[in-house]
């Protein structure tokens, strides 16, 4: 509805793990008489790995079921894990499990159609490549990073002291890997991923891997990977 201003219409509280309703006052989002909350967001993916029957992670204030996950997709305490660190700055987050209705199709249709104000609202965005391990998600980003400078290095100097083939392989080989990452493969992660290019990347145990351009020594977000692909691309 237009009076929402665009707030979820409920936020997980992460220290009490209770889904909270929206209630608008005098133009205030109200979550638990928290007023205009800071809150995260993390986009994954897990509906092809649902099961009709299994663990899930419990929520309180839900009237719906919360998916079982198939364990070899994530299990219960790598869910716990990443949920620790979206909310690791804030009490509040956004996550569909357990901010949509996951039985009520008209309120589930509502809150999709809210998905660019939500994103928009949320202070930080993680993205969870929860099929890659923190050592392989930094070497990922490390040899990225490395053929990018290549790239720089090639067009600033030409091809008589740079070996395209060897930083061009390096980079398609780097892509392949990362991008087997099941969250790649998602068409409704391929939209929040429009949505929120600042979104910082986390490993399968929750690890931000650092960006080995940045001077302040910063986690690695998918504005990082857009930028030296896209580079890599124009330049190949």
Same mark, same amino acid.
């Given at each position: ?20 309703? &929206?209630? +608008?006052?005098?133009?205030? *989002?109200?979550?638990?008489?928290? %007023?205009?909350?800071? =809150? ?96 392989? &998600?930094? +070497?990922?980003?490390?040899? *990225?990073?490395?053929?990018?400078? %290549?790239?720089?290095? =090639? ?82």
């Amino acid at each position: 509805c237009s009076s929402d201003l665009g707030w979820p219409s409920r936020l997980l509280h992460v220290p009490t793990m209770t889904s909270i309703v &929206l209630e +608008m006052v005098n133009g205030h *989002a109200l979550y638990g008489g928290q %007023a205009d909350p800071a =809150y995260n967001i993390l986009t994954y993916t897990w509906g092809r790995w649902a099961c009709p029957v299994g663990s899930a992670i419990e929520v309180k204030g839900v009237s719906w079921k919360i998916p079982p996950v198939d364990p070899a997709h994530f299990s219960v305490d790598d869910f716990l894990q990443v949920i620790k660190r979206v909310s690791e700055d804030t009490e509040f987050i956004w996550i569909d499990i357990a901010c949509i209705d996951q039985e009520n199709e008209i309120l589930k249709l509502e809150e999709i159609g809210r998905q660019a104000a939500i994103f928009d609202k949320a202070e930080r965005t993680f993205i969870w490549l929860n099929h890659c391990q923190a050592n392989e &998600l930094q +070497m990922c980003v490390n040899e *990225a990073s490395k053929s990018y400078r %290549a790239c720089k290095e =090639y067009m600033a100097e030409g091809s008589l002291t740079v070996d395209t083939g060897e930083w061009i392989k390096s980079a398609l080989e780097t892509a392949s890997r990362l991008f087997l990452d099941p969250w790649f493969s998602s068409l409704w992660t391929l939209q929040e991923a429009y949505l929120r290019h600042d979104a910082t990347l986390l490993s399968r145990d929750a690890t931000k891997v650092k960006y080995p351009e940045s001077q302040f020594n910063r986690p690695t977000i998918l504005h990082d990977l857009i930028g030296c692909y896209y580079q890599i691309y124009r330049t190949a």
